[in-house]
């Protein structure tokens, strides 16, 4: 009975330290990791609204994930890329958006999770069925990761209307 009684502490112990240790590194912020990533979400406004495609798909990482609100997902640089070229060329092509972040929660010190409110002017309707919005608000959600050079991307990037806007 000792002997068991030893090994469930020890495993309560071990599991104590890693929710410890998770729950530091999760809770610690870095001021420069923050405004950096700030600056990410200033860059993707800006690159947006110069209806640049690569520059935005830059800003992601080599395998990074795109989910639009109507659930289209791309994955990769290059499908990025694309999925950009061809929304700036239609229903995007006069649409302006502006980015706030809501909040940064640090996962890790290299891994954060990004939520900004986004309003968007200008946009048409994607096809024929769906009425067109003066203005879209809603939700991006992000991921992003440091890089080893310092540099933050993009590593999935989720966006939902806000319902009724």
């Not at 798909?57 to 640089?77: I, P, W």
């Not at 096809?127 to 590593?155: F, M, S």
Request: hydrophobic share 40%; net charge neutral.
């Amino acid at each position: 009975m000792v002997r068991n009684s030893w090994k469930a502490s020890f495993v309560v112990l071990v599991i104590f330290l890693l929710t410890a240790t998770f729950s530091w590194a999760k809770a610690e912020s870095n001021p420069a990791d923050e405004a950096a990533i700030k600056k990410l979400v200033a860059s993707f406004s800006d690159c947006f609204n110069s209806k640049d495609a690569h520059a935005c798909a830059l800003l992601y990482t080599e395998d990074g994930d795109f989910t639009s609100v109507r659930g289209d997902r791309d994955h990769g640089r290059p499908a990025v890329e694309k999925h950009y070229e061809k929304v700036f060329s239609t229903f995007l092509k006069n649409a302006h958006r502006t980015d706030t972040v809501r909040s940064v929660q640090f996962l890790s010190r290299r891994i954060a999770c990004v939520d900004s409110d986004f309003e968007m002017t200008g946009a048409t309707a994607p096809n024929a069925t769906e009425a067109a919005r003066p203005v879209r608000k809603g939700l991006l959600t992000w991921i992003v990761t440091k890089d080893k050079g310092g540099e933050w991307h993009i590593a999935i990037f989720h966006e939902l209307d806000y319902p009724g806007r």
